[in-house]
Structures are given as structure tokens and as C-alpha cells.
């Protein structure tokens, strides 16, 4: 029998990078199935939700774990309707931005303020009253924010319209119509929640040491901002712009390639085939968005894996769901730097959600590192260095 030590055995134990495939907490919530390319929402897979449940109905799913009734519903609905409104001290900062703050720090900052302006309603012991405050105000901070950098007064939420519904009415001051609301009404569905990504367990981390939920959904906007989790759909956008038309995707992608410049919307950390909310976003793209637009899309997605294939055989890459929410969101009518803060507003639900399940048995998430530096040194005075 060895006698190894504890250093010895920690020295042979595998060191995962960015923690890939440590399970860091459990949850009941939301599932990806990489290998499969399945997402599931509390028992149900994506493809029964998209396009099927209201953005509302999928919210109190993950809230309570099971779709409401007629009557469930509608007193959800009406609570989260009634937490739409934003304090006026939080509409008096965000109109004090400059014009020029990008649209995720000013939801960074309207989000945080949310929780100075009505900390009597929000507390260190996070409940559903808090989470539906939450996912009432943040369409409601973004549409404020938006309309400010264009010189124009915010416009208050009405009652009688959905969570979709309402985000564009907001920003716009038109009432939308089916044709764009309920693109992303879909939209905010597929995004709601993703299992423990990166932004996610953020928000799990700052609930589990018994902070409050607008300090944890704070958090969690925070790394959603970053390039390599939230702030590529834009990115997408700026490609199939730079491209132009369909007639110019083999020149484009060759040129790009050859230099090895990344491909926007392209791979995934989880998924090993496509990831499901591509398949219904394609779909969605191909109803919503302009037809030579979505030629361009579509062409651009086909030569790329191909070309792909061609110069890496065997390396199967697929589409994320960044690709086509660029083209969705963009025929709902939002800019580039709109799509991921809209991300955002969909994910509310999953990183509120998230932190009721924490708290409702809570830990606190204190993982380990490897240590890997120095431990012999010696001090010297600064004059002997």
C-alpha cells in the first residue's frame, strides 16, 4: 500500500482549467446535455417551451417547477407586472449617464442603484418578491437608458402587455406587433437559463454568502459583459455586416480564415453537436428577418462549417446560439449594442431563480486552488534589495 503524502496525491490529482468538469453545485433548474445537444427546462425540453409557453409561463416554471395554471398565471403576471416601474431616483441616474455608456454598464449600474433606492424591499434573505422586482425593472432600466442616449423622455410600462410586449413598447413608444414581439418573446425563452455558465454561478456565488439578489444579479451582469461568455452576438452582427451579401461569404471566410481570425457565433464550450437553440433560432431568423439578410446569414453558416470541415477534418463545429439571435434580434428591431443587455433581460430569470435555489439551501461556495508559487523566501529590507 503506498504511503503517499497529501502533497503527492494533490500533485497527481487531474487540475482542470476554468474548472471544466468540476460539478460546483446541484440544481434542478436547467440541464445542457452537450453530447445530445439538448437543453432542458425543469423536466422539459427547450423544443416544448420555444414558440409554445409565454416568456411569463417559462419564468414561474423555473420559479416553481411546474407551468401554471390559468390562475397561477395570471396573478404572476400581475405581480410582475406591478414591479415594472423603476423609482425615480434610479430613473434620475441612469438619465445622468453619459450618452456614450455602453448599454450592459448602464444596466450594471441601474440594477445595483435598484437595490439602494428600494433597499426596504430587499433584504440578505432573497425571496420571490425580490426575484419578480428584478425581472420587472431590468427591461424597464435598458429601455430608460436606450431612449436617454437619444435625447428622449422614458415611457412608463403598461400593464396589459407581456414582458416582450413591453421591453419594446418602452424603447420604442409604439405597441409592437406580433411580427416582432413575439420573435423575441421566443428569444427570451431559449436564453432564460443554461445550467451553471459562467455568469450563473457568479450570481450563486455572491447568494450563497448571504448577500442580496440585486448584489448577486449585479455580479452576474458583470461577467455576462465579457467577451467570451455574453458580448458576442453583437460581434456576429459586426461580421455579417463586414461581409455584406451572400455573393461575398467564400472571399470573406478564406481571407478571414488565412489570417486565423476567430469566427463569431461558431463553437461551444458544452455542446459537441448543435446546440438546440440554434435549430429554433434559425428557424425563427428565417421567418423574422429580412430575406437577403437571412440569405446572407444562412450561406455564411453553411460555407463556414464547410470550410471549416475541409481545413480541420474531423473537428465538428456547429453554430452557438449567437449566431442567429443576431439576426432576430436585429429584425425585432434592436441595435448591435443592444443584444447582449437584451441576454441579460432574459437570463434574470434563470440568475434570480438561481439564487432562490441557493439561498433555500444554502452553502457557502468556497472552492480551492492549486498553489503554485514560492514558499522559502525571506524578507529584506528595501536598502539590501
Known amino acids: 500500500m503506498s504511503s503517499a503524502t497529501a502533497t503527492d496525491i494533490s500533485a497527481q490529482m487531474p487540475k482542470p482549467s476554468g474548472l471544466e468538469g468540476i460539478v460546483a453545485a446541484s440544481t434542478a433548474l436547467s440541464h445542457v446535455f452537450g453530447e445530445e445537444g439538448r437543453l432542458v427546462y425543469r423536466g422539459y425540453e427547450i423544443h416544448e417551451l420555444a414558440g409554445r409557453a409565454s416568456f411569463e409561463e417559462v419564468a414561474f416554471l423555473l420559479y416553481h417547477g411546474h407551468l401554471p395554471d390559468a390562475g397561477e398565471l395570471a396573478d404572476f403576471q400581475q405581480r410582475l407586472n406591478a414591479r415594472r416601474r423603476l423609482p425615480s431616483g434610479v430613473v434620475e441616474l441612469i438619465r445622468g449617464l453619459p450618452a456614450e455608456t455602453a ?37 424597464s432600466v435598458l429601455a430608460t437608458f436606450h431612449r436617454h442616449r437619444q435625447g428622449l423622455d422614458p415611457i412608463e410600462p403598461r400593464d396589459d402587455l407581456n414582458t416582450a410586449q413591453s421591453y419594446l413598447y418602452q424603447i420604442t413608444g409604439t405597441e409592437p406587433s406580433e411580427d416582432h414581439w413575439q420573435p423575441l418573446e421566443t428569444y427570451l425563452i431559449l436564453l432564460a437559463d443554461h445550467g451553471l455558465n459562467a455568469s450563473t454561478f457568479t450570481a450563486r456565488v455572491i447568494a450563497s454568502t448571504g448577500s442580496d439578489i440585486c448584489s448577486a444579479v449585479t455580479g452576474a451582469i458583470g461577467a455576462l459583459k465579457g467577451p467570451l461568455h455574453g458580448g458576442a452576438p453583437s460581434k456576429v452582427l459586426d461580421m455579417l455586416n463586414e461581409i455584406g ?70 473537428r465538428r463545429l456547429y453554430t452557438n446560439v449567437e449566431f442567429y439571435s443576431a439576426a432576430v434580434l436585429a429584425a425585432v428591431g434592436l441595435p448591435g449594442d443592444m443584444f447582449t443587455p437584451t441576454f441579460a433581460v432574459a437570463r434574470t430569470a434563470g440568475y434570480t431563480a438561481h439564487v432562490l435555489e441557493q439561498v433555500a439551501n444554502n452553502r457557502l461556495i468556497r472552492p480551492q486552488s492549486e498553489f503554485v508559487g514560492p514558499t522559502d523566501l525571506h524578507f529584506r529590507p528595501i536598502n539590501d534589495r
Open 245 to 314: 451579401s451572400a455573393d461575398n461569404v467564400d472571399a470573406w471566410l478564406t481571407s478571414a480564415m488565412d489570417r486565423g481570425e476567430r469566427l463569431m457565433g461558431f463553437g461551444h464550450r458544452v455542446y459537441k453537436a448543435e446546440d438546440p437553440r440554434a435549430e429554433i433560432l434559425r428557424e425563427l431568423a428565417r421567418r423574422a428577418s429580412d430575406p437577403d439578410f437571412f440569405a446572407l446569414s444562412f450561406n455564411t453558416e453553411k460555407r463556414a462549417l464547410e470550410m471549416l470541415e475541409e481545413r480541420k477534418p474531423g
Open 103 to 139: 448599454p450592459m454598464d448602464a444596466l450594471r449600474t441601474g440594477v445595483s442603484a435598484i437595490g439602494n433606492f428600494l433597499s426596504s424591499e430587499i433584504d440578505d434573505e432573497p425571496d420571490q418578491d425580490e426575484a419578480l422586482l428584478l425581472l420587472g425593472m431590468v427591461p
